[in-house]
């Protein structure tokens, strides 16, 4: 069985300062990671995912995610945000089927 | 390559009506998922298909609640006898798999269903 934590519901962070959102999964078999963001009235869309390789994935847009092994995390970061990164984001882990953590709301502030 | 494709975006039903929600997955996507979002929550798995089989419907509600991917044609999602509490966005994901497992999913843009 699969499950997936998102440790933090809400974030309020200002603008261009960093954020770090949380995401630990706990899984028997191998797993893929992911997150994927939804802005408001929209469906989700693929951030960055991990599938194997290098630990640490970044999104063309400035978030990067760090696959934790030994901890079972994969926590998204962001050195500096910016207002239309505010969104919701979801941290997912694929064994078999697709399953998500409960999400956690950034709301940057200028 | 046109995404996923949901429709209706919009669903309006009264109590005791059928809701139909159709979900056409990205070309060579062979796998489904259907989850539910409600105000201030998650996503809620209901159910993971393959064409003409469910793999999973752990997530499913045991009654009114219905799915299937034919081999040709979207992918429904069906409620019969709508309830308020019916009420929510549903989005749907597909996916292919590979010799690796599965491969990340895309979503489509949520049917958001209301019951008046």
């Known amino acids: 069985a699969q499950s997936v934590t998102q440790l933090d519901s809400q974030v309020p962070v200002f603008e261009e300062a960093p954020v770090e959102l949380r995401c630990n999964y706990s899984?028997?078999?191998?797993?893929?990671l992911f997150w994927y963001v939804q802005y408001p009235n929209q469906g989700l869309q693929l951030l960055l995912k991990?599938?194997?390789?290098?630990?640490l994935v970044e999104s063309i847009n400035g978030f990067e995610a760090e696959f934790n092994k030994s901890q079972t995390s994969f926590h998204l970061r962001k050195p500096s945000v910016h207002i239309s990164d505010t969104a919701e984001y979801f941290c997912?882990?694929?064994?078999?089927?697709?399953?998500f953590g409960a999400g956690t709301t950034v709301t940057v502030r200028a | 390559n046109a995404g996923v494709m949901q429709n209706p975006r919009h669903l309006v039903r009264r109590r005791g009506q059928e809701a139909r929600l159709r979900c056409s997955p990205m070309?060579?996507?062979?796998?489904v998922y259907w989850y539910r979002q409600l105000p201030e929550e998650g996503l809620k798995f209901m159910v993971y298909?393959?064409?003409?089989?469910?793999?999973?419907e752990s997530g499913m509600p045991k009654e009114r609640f219905s799915a299937e991917f034919p081999k040709e044609g979207p992918s429904i999602l069906r409620i019969q006898q709508v309830v308020r509490g019916d009420s929510a966005a549903y989005f749907c994901?597909?996916?292919?798999?590979?010799?690796?497992?599965?491969?990340?999913?895309?979503f489509g843009q949520g049917t958001r269903l209301t019951v008046v």
């Open positions: 994901a597909s996916s292919r798999r590979t010799g690796e497992g599965n491969t990340e999913a895309f």
């Open positions: 899984s028997s078999v191998s797993v893929y």
């Open positions: 991990y599938l194997s390789g290098s630990t």
């Open positions: 997912a882990v694929n064994d078999y089927k697709l399953s």
């Open positions: 070309k060579g996507h062979s796998h």
């Open positions: 298909l393959q064409k003409e089989n469910i793999i999973d």
